[in-house]
């Protein structure tokens, strides 16, 4: 995404819909309809002996204002491309490097199920995570007769899904109002059927716990909450034992450095830096050894063992973080309360480890 903001996400709809009530908002920053899922074409370059399937995602311009791509060479085709539905295409950089050897193929023809089309751009790769925006070759959906006239119940029901960047957070009640009163408006033309997106768009965090028929969001937000409390709770309960035993070993320690005249939120602090180091040590080894593995067992871990993998689908700096964070609040929580009540115990409780 361009900004710190969110995507909303309309749904499977079809042309129509998507033309008459999502392009025309005038509230978000951009609108783009995609297709709901990739599909594999048979790709091969004149020439070159190369032949295999690929996986083609069909999108509009607005696309790569919506999602980041960071473009190797060439640009993204333009909007009057893809109203004239000119046959071009972005490919990425793993199929350009397949298929001609070098990423400088801009103007060069690829041929998807037999059909030209002229190479605009090439990207880095996208993993196959990242659900709403995958493919291994792009191109706009207004070449597909499928997505352009196959829409079902009065063109409500279709292929596409729809993705709005917001300019704010801020934003997000009044995208949701403009959306509502718009497929209010369609449905007034409607001879049959009515479009009904229930509370969408929704957020991209929201659609983690959305389920859509029957609009049930607030029950799989709460059961997911309560799923990450447990899994919170569990290990600092299961630490909690093992950091009173070794507390409990360094009681004499504690009493020494009383006598010393170590204060007690000092000797608890020194406990706590120490696991926190500790900690550290630990993810960063953690993470090593989780990367090792992940190249040595990629085959069986991936449905496609031909996968290139890049930097960034095995590392997020900021997920790591998360981890880390997560990590040293189990262990603030298990080791805090122990440490406090051990370093309470008087000097002489203390030095006498058998109490």
């Known amino acids: ?28 920053e951009e609108i783009t ?17 190369t032949v295999r399937e690929c996986d083609i995602r069909f999108v509009d311009a607005a696309f790569w204002k919506v999602f980041d791509f960071r473009f190797i060479n060439g640009a993204p085709f333009t909007e009057a491309s893809f109203n004239s539905a000119i046959p071009v295409a972005v490919i990425s950089n793993k199929v350009a490097r397949e298929f001609f050897g070098t990423t400088d193929v801009i103007g060069k023809t690829i041929q ?15 993993s196959e995570a990242v659900d709403e925006a995958y493919g291994e070759i792009w191109v706009p959906y ?10 079902f119940v009065e063109g409500i029901g279709g292929q596409l899904r729809v993705y709005i960047l917001a300019k704010s957070p801020a934003d997000f009640d009044k995208i949701r109002q403009e959306a509502q009163s718009r497929i209010e408006s369609f449905n007034s033309a409607q001879a049959e059927y009515k479009a009904n997106i229930w509370k969408q768009p929704i957020s ?5 716990f959305y389920f859509v028929p029957g609009d049930r969001a607030h029950g799989n937000v709460t059961g997911m909450l309560l799923l990450a409390a447990l899994f919170l709770f569990l290990p600092i309960f299961n630490l909690l034992g093992i950091m009173i035993s070794q507390i409990q070993k360094r009681r004499p320690e504690m009493g020494l450095r009383k006598a010393f005249g170590a204060t ?9 830096a120490e696991n926190f180091i500790i900690t550290i040590i630990g993810g960063i080894a953690g993470l090593c050894l989780s990367v090792l593995f992940f190249y040595v067992a990629k085959d069986g871990l991936l449905e496609r063992p031909d996968v290139t993998l890049q930097p960034g689908m095995i590392f997020k700096p900021v997920l790591f973080l998360v981890a880390l964070l ?30």
């Not at 597909?144 to 829409?151: A, G, P």
């Not at 991209?204 to 983690?208: D, E, L, N, Y």
């Not at 009540?341 to 002489?348: F, N």
């Open 1 to 28: 995404m361009k900004r710190a903001t969110d995507i909303l996400e309309g749904g499977a709809l079809g042309h129509r819909v998507v033309r008459e009530c999502f392009y025309p908002m005038s509230t978000p």
């Open 33 to 49: 309809a995609v297709s709901a899922q990739s599909r594999t074409k048979r790709t091969a370059v004149p020439g070159i002996k």
């Open 112 to 126: 998807l199920d037999y059909v030209d089309y002229t190479i605009q751009g090439v990207v880095n790769s996208v």
């Open 142 to 151: 207004s070449v597909n007769k499928d997505i352009m006239t196959s829409d």
């Open 204 to 208: 991209s965090i929201q659609r983690m």
């Open 264 to 272: 007690i939120p000092k000797i608890v602090k020194q406990i706590l």
């Open 326 to 355: 997560v990590c040293m609040l189990i262990n603030l929580l298990s080791t805090a309360i122990p440490a406090w009540r051990a370093a309470q115990l008087h000097v002489t409780e203390s030095l006498n480890a058998n109490i």
